[in-house]
């Protein structure tokens, strides 16, 4: 079995301000993660070759100093590890960079055929959750979204069945093989990485690939020169000035104070009682 996992590189989001000035974010200093949703989608495709054995190759699209979380990856039992950079990437927004990943897991489907592709569900520098379904329509790959447990897996059969999470409750569904899953937050816990794990990591010799190396046909679809996303300003939320409504219960019932309390939601929002009174009339 042999599992691709896409992962980014990110700036610390607990960390990152917004110039008062260009408006826009000041990545100085700025401390560089593994995107923790990634981290879910990793976790996972650890678990499948911990119980079928076989190969997860860690694959990610960024600069040379991209290396260490990739290395961090291979710390957690991650077997192979591909960092696809070059100068021509530079400025890709999603379309382009779906297609530089695309291009670079059909590179490493040529040395053994990829059965699954593992993504979070999106970035905390991004969070259009683009990537994931833009790799598997380049690549003809069922996708799966939002996926929160992986219930099968027939290799014989080449079927997979997943829990997904949906609005409304969870749907359970069934494919085929190769497909692409992006995982959802809280679906698993990472591991701790091992002594042993930590030292090959420090000693692993991580992949290099320029846009020739990952099998790049049109240079016109990478970089700023394929992406059409045009961002014209970045600005920080404005600080909240509502307070908290405190409800004392010590000399209240608490059926009255929870029922004032939904009265007051409901008046101030009242789209949320319609919501509830369609939805349990239904």
Request: net charge neutral; glycine share 8%.
């Amino acid at each position: 079995m042999h599992i691709v996992v896409c992962i980014k590189q990110v700036p610390d989001s607990a960390q990152i301000r917004v110039h008062p000035v260009t408006n826009t974010i000041m990545r100085q200093g700025v401390p560089a993660i593994v995107n923790p949703y990634d981290l879910f989608a990793l976790e996972e495709a650890l678990r499948l070759k911990d119980r079928f054995g076989g190969r997860v190759t860690v694959l990610c699209m960024g600069p040379p100093q991209a290396e260490e979380s990739l290395r961090k990856c291979i710390s957690f039992g991650a077997t192979d590890a591909v960092l696809v950079t070059d100068r021509a990437f530079a400025g890709a927004d999603t379309l382009a960079t779906s297609y530089a990943l695309a291009a670079a897991i059909r590179r490493i489907g040529q040395e053994q055929a990829v059965d699954l592709v593992f993504t979070g569900k999106q970035t905390i520098d991004g969070d259009t959750a683009q990537v994931g379904p833009g790799i598997a329509k380049r690549l003809g790959l069922n996708l799966l979204t939002y996926v929160s447990r992986i219930v099968e897996v027939d290799l014989d059969a080449r079927r997979l069945k997943v829990e997904r999470r949906a609005e409304g409750g969870v749907q359970l569904l069934d494919t085929a093989l190769p497909s692409l899953i992006t995982m959802l937050e809280g679906s698993n816990e990472m591991r701790f990485a091992s002594l042993d794990d930590m030292l090959r990591a420090g000693r692993f010799a991580v992949r290099r690939w320029n846009k020739d190396d990952a099998g790049i046909e049109d240079v016109s679809r990478i970089g700023l020169k394929g992406s059409p996303t045009v961002v014209s300003k970045v600005f920080g939320p404005t600080p909240r000035t509502d307070k908290a409504d405190m409800q004392v219960v010590a000399d209240t019932n608490v059926q009255d104070v929870t029922l004032n309390l939904l009265q007051k939601i409901f008046t101030a929002h009242p789209q949320i009682e319609a919501g509830l009174v369609e939805r349990l009339s239904a």
